[in-house]
């Protein structure tokens, strides 16, 4: 009788762990996920998560690239892990989050982009004001060409505004690169893309694409800003904007792993390698002796 509850106890022990065997839990230096970004985020956050795959191999995490908005609805309904994002969320959308997911939202800033204006090379525009911008987003001639509607772009230059992106009127080519890639077709429109989309300094395909088009300066309280590290660092240029991360993961997992890891030095200098400002500086001290 003895040996047989022990025979019980030891068979119940391994079916327990089977099962457990069977529910993997990923942590940050195993396991699989998905997160999303905009594609205008594309290439920063390819590099991070290449980057962190390559010091976890054991890990996967596979990158949806889809418009902000929809971004959002599958983090709420826990089809990615993490999202990125540029814009402020809305007072509903932070309700949604908190009754969906029953976590605090908690952004974790790793890069500084912005959203900037390109036209056709031999335009004779240098700089647009914030003025004519706004006019011509209330313009029936759409003069302003977009990545299109639910995309970060809209969605952070309408919250620029004080304005819905449902207000604005805008013409569409769709992807950053796309609507680089032909502005020399339509001219006296202006292109609005993301900084991340050319701006990796040792790019060959990145150099293309800067050379290819005029990037305007930004007229504000009369003084032109033009889009690079410094007016970046310093916030001066209008359109300037900090991506974040989001999850709905409840737990110290992979997700949170790539975002603690994309914060901290190493992905801080992936984002620097963007060409892009990183956004937890990291100081260096140096002693001379």
Same mark, same amino acid.
């Given at each position: 009788?003895?040996?047989?509850?022990?025979?019980?106890?030891?068979?119940?022990?391994?079916?327990?762990?089977?099962?457990?065997?069977?529910?993997?839990?990923?942590?940050?230096?195993?396991?699989?996920?998905?997160?999303?970004?905009?594609?205008?985020?594309?290439?920063?956050?390819?590099?991070?998560?290449?980057?962190?795959?390559?010091?976890?191999?054991?890990?996967?995490?596979?990158?949806?690239?889809?418009?902000?908005?929809?971004?959002?609805?599958?983090?709420?309904?826990?089809?990615?892990?993490?999202?990125?994002?540029?814009?402020?969320?809305?007072?509903?959308?932070?309700?949604?989050?908190?009754?969906?997911?029953?976590?605090?939202?908690?952004?974790?800033?790793?890069?500084?982009?912005? %959203? #900037?204006?390109?036209?056709?090379?031999?335009? =004779?525009?240098?700089?647009? /004001?914030? !003025?004519?911008?706004? +006019?011509?987003?209330?313009?029936?001639?759409?003069?302003?060409?977009?990545?299109?509607?639910?995309?970060?772009?809209?969605?952070?230059?309408?919250?620029?505004?004080?304005?819905?992106?449902?207000?604005?009127?805008?013409?569409?080519?769709?992807?950053?690169?796309?609507?680089?890639?032909?502005?020399?077709?339509?001219?006296?429109?202006?292109? %609005? #893309?993301?900084?991340?989309?050319?701006?990796? =300094?040792?790019?060959?395909? /990145?150099? !293309?694409?800067?050379? +290819?088009?005029?990037?305007?300066?930004?007229?504000?309280?009369?003084?032109?800003?033009?889009?690079?590290?410094?007016?970046?660092?310093?916030?001066?240029?209008?359109?300037?904007?900090?991506?974040?991360?989001?999850?709905?993961?409840?737990?110290?997992?992979?997700?949170?792993?790539?975002?603690?890891?994309?914060?901290?030095?190493?992905?801080?200098? #992936?984002?620097?390698?963007?060409?892009?400002? =990183?956004?937890?500086?990291?100081?260096? !001290?140096?002693?001379?002796?």
């Amino acid at each position: 009788m003895k040996y047989r509850i022990i025979l019980l106890i030891a068979l119940f022990t391994l079916a327990s762990s089977c099962k457990k065997n069977e529910r993997v839990i990923d942590d940050p230096s195993q396991g699989t996920i998905t997160i999303a970004a905009d594609e205008s985020f594309q290439s920063v956050i390819e590099a991070l998560t290449s980057r962190y795959m390559a010091l976890n191999p054991a890990t996967k995490i596979n990158v949806e690239i889809k418009k902000e908005d929809l971004a959002f609805l599958d983090l709420l309904e826990n089809k990615v892990r993490a999202i990125v994002l540029s814009r402020d969320l809305t007072v509903r959308e932070k309700k949604a989050f908190k009754d969906k997911i029953d976590l605090e939202i908690q952004p974790a800033k790793f890069a500084v982009d912005a %959203v #900037v204006f390109v036209v056709a090379k031999n335009s =004779p525009l240098t700089s647009v /004001s914030l !003025e004519h911008l706004k +006019s011509e987003l209330l313009s029936d001639e759409k003069n302003i060409i977009f990545d299109g509607a639910n995309a970060s772009n809209l969605n952070f230059v309408a919250q620029k505004f004080k304005m819905l992106p449902s207000d604005l009127k805008f013409s569409v080519i769709a992807g950053n690169r796309n609507i680089i890639q032909q502005i020399n077709n339509y001219p006296g429109k202006i292109g %609005v #893309v993301s900084l991340n989309t050319l701006s990796r =300094p040792y790019d060959k395909e /990145s150099e !293309e694409l800067r050379n +290819s088009v005029k990037i305007l300066g930004v007229e504000s309280e009369g003084k032109v800003y033009s889009p690079d590290i410094t007016t970046l660092r310093n916030m001066s240029y209008p359109f300037t904007r900090v991506l974040y991360f989001i999850t709905n993961e409840p737990y110290y997992g992979l997700g949170n792993g790539l975002i603690r890891f994309s914060c901290q030095q190493l992905g801080q200098i #992936v984002v620097q390698k963007e060409g892009l400002q =990183p956004y937890n500086i990291i100081p260096r !001290e140096v002693q001379m002796r």
